[in-house]
């Protein structure tokens, strides 16, 4: 090997580990994030809450009308019917964001709007529709008992209850039951920082002109999404050339800034410019290099430091669906977000579909008038998935899919 990493030989995989064992090892190196933020309630969805909620106030503060209608003494109600309306005189009117400013005796109401608080003396509210007004004389045509269609204090949220502890996932829901509390900020756990390193001579900016054997940089726009929708923050560094020195100079720029998890596009597989493993080696240590998996053998995990690294195929389809697969709870795991719950479908296969001998097959379909059709062209063709609905998975030492035969699709 020359100093910069060129003229290697090509170095045969000698053995790949099973998925499920690559899941595990991936699995043990997540270690949640101590760290935490303040976040303002508009960016809070989606987020992790780090510190636990106690209300400090009643929800809502005051008893208030549940509809409109006229605040009441329910005992002046009690023998009032469409053939005997009890008449009591309006004494005011109370609008919501208002507080009444005087207190309803016996024989008087006074009118109230939805979510207005009740007025002193009133013990209940009469629906508008049940009454009948002539200038300051209100006909009820119906008994209410007391606390009837009020809003009781402290009926949402009591003061000294437990609303949100440390760990809850912030939902719209959630953020509301903050926002009621007037708290305007919260303390969350920070997303993982997810350093993306494209490697390849031939990689090229998209929107710059591609040269002869050139080809645009798919994976780094395709990780930084799947990173995002995990709860993780990507930042993506310059595409780094074929060498032990650009490679190992970027790591280490990448490592110093604070990175949680460092991901290598390309590089991972046993071309004489495939310089992943190498830099691992020299700088950490590799748990794996190969995966019996189809798409994406060429995967490789370790660690540089305490940093989790994954060295994904070049390969479009090869390294999403690997995100997908491991970085994906690695990221959540680490985030404090619960597993990504799945769904799936069970649906006849519309042909046979040929597996790979001795490798689990993760194979991408469409689903065409109730049937699961093949979307997989080949590893290096992104349409193999953004073109898909979901995939089937295909075990290891099963050969073929039959036409018809029943396949459970997991749909993206």
């Known amino acids: 090997m020359s100093g910069d990493g060129r003229g290697t030989k090509m170095r045969p995989f000698r053995e790949t580990i099973p998925i499920d ?14 760290r935490t933020v303040r976040v303002g309630l ?12 106690v209300a400090a106030r009643d929800v809502p503060p005051f008893d208030r009308a549940a509809m409109d209608g006229y605040a009441v003494v329910a005992a002046d109600t009690s023998a009032a019917s469409p053939q005997t309306p009890a008449r009591l005189r309006c004494v005011g009117t109370v609008h919501t964001g208002e507080v009444a400013t005087r207190r309803v005796g016996g024989g008087e109401c006074i009118q109230i709007a939805t979510g207005a608080p009740l007025p002193d003396g009133a013990d209940a509210v009469v629906m508008v529709e049940q009454t ?39 939902t719209p829901s959630r953020v509301g039951s903050i926002a009621a509390l007037g708290i305007a900020e919260v303390e969350v756990y920070d997303r993982p920082r997810v350093g993306i390193v494209s490697t390849g001579d031939e990689i090229v900016e998209p929107g710059q002109p591609l040269a002869p054997g050139q080809i645009y940089d798919i994976n780094r726009f395709t990780l930084g999404a799947v ?3 995990h709860g993780g923050s990507a930042a993506a560094y310059p595409i780094t050339g074929d060498s032990i020195a650009a490679l190992g100079a970027a790591v280490d720029a990448i490592i110093a800034g604070g990175t949680d998890i460092l991901v290598f596009s390309g590089g991972s597989s046993v071309g004489e410019r ?14 794996f290099h190969g995966i019996a998996v189809k ?12 940093t989790p690294v994954l060295g994904m195929p070049g390969y479009p389809t090869s390294c999403l669906s690997n995100a997908y697969l491991l970085l994906v709870p690695l990221l959540r795991r680490m985030a404090h977000l619960p597993p990504l719950r799945t769904r799936t479908v069970t649906v006849p296969a519309a042909h046979r579909i040929v597996s790979v001998a001795g490798r689990h097959q993760f194979y991408s379909v469409r689903v065409v008038d109730g049937a699961a059709a093949g979307a997989f062209k080949a590893s290096g063709d992104i349409t193999s998935m953004s ?23 997991t749909l993206f």
């Open 21 to 34: 064992e690559a899941l595990r090892i991936v699995g043990e190196a997540a270690r949640p994030l101590d």
């Open 42 to 53: 508009a960016e809070a969805n989606g987020r992790v809450l780090a510190a636990g909620m």
């Open 132 to 170: 009948d007004r002539r200038g300051d004389e209100v006909e009820v045509f119906t008994s209410v008992h007391a606390r009837q269609h009020i809003g009781r204090r402290g009926a949402d949220i009591e003061a000294g209850q437990t609303v949100l502890r440390p760990g809850d996932l912030l």
């Open 227 to 229: 990173i995002a929708e």
């Open 274 to 287: 495939d310089l992943t493993r190498d830099v691992l080696h020299q700088r950490g240590d590799v748990a």
């Open 295 to 306: 798409p994406g053998k060429p995967t490789a995990f370790g660690h540089i430091g305490s």
């Open 387 to 409: 073109q898909a609905d979901g995939y089937i998975e295909i075990p290891m030492g099963v050969d073929a899919v039959d036409e018809g035969e029943q396949v459970e699709v």
